[in-house]
């Protein structure tokens, strides 16, 4: 089996990126570690209990960040508590462009990371239940 264990997302300030992953999207911090001398910071973020996380890297002097996708949105947050995560997010600061609505892939709403770039906020539909016989 393969899979994804980080992705990198660069980033203008890690510490405010730190902070936009933790208190706002309620990651929690997997590693964050600083070389002796200070000349690099190894900084990932996760969702709680494990997943695909992100590398927050400093960019490049002068580099675009959040803009992976373009206008698209390049990054699905799932959950499966949309109401409570959603007014969690909007208490911490993070704006949405949308109010939530529902589709047949469950209930969404469009948000805005640091840069301004869109995020999906998703609560998949649950499964029928089977049938009592």
Same mark, same amino acid.
């Given at each position: 089996? +393969?899979?994804?264990?980080?992705? =990198?997302?660069l ?10 992953? =933790? ?5 929690v911090?997997?590693?964050?570690? =600083? ?7 190894? %900084? ?5 209990? *494990? *997943?695909?996380?992100f590398? /927050?890297?400093? !960019? ?16 699905f %947050? ?8 959603? !007014? ?7 704006h949405?462009?949308?109010? &939530? ?12 990371? /640091?840069?301004? !770039?869109?995020?999906?906020? +998703?609560? &998949? ?6 049938p009592?016989?």
């Amino acid at each position: 089996m +393969i899979s994804v264990q980080n992705a =990198t997302y660069l980033v203008h300030d890690q510490d405010e990126a730190l902070k936009f992953f =933790t208190d706002a999207l309620g990651f929690v911090v997997v590693q964050d570690e =600083t070389s002796p001398d200070g000349a690099w910071r190894r %900084l990932v973020v996760g969702p709680p209990g *494990g *997943g695909t996380g992100f590398v /927050l890297a400093l !960019a490049p002097d002068g580099s675009p960040c959040g803009w992976q996708a373009g206008e698209d949105v390049a990054f699905f %947050l799932t959950t499966d508590d949309f109401a409570a995560e959603h !007014a969690r997010m909007v208490a911490a600061g993070v704006h949405f462009r949308e109010e &939530p609505r529902h589709e047949p892939y469950g209930t969404v709403a469009i948000f805005e990371d /640091l840069y301004g !770039a869109p995020w999906d906020l +998703i609560e &998949p539909p649950r499964p029928e239940s089977a049938p009592q016989v």
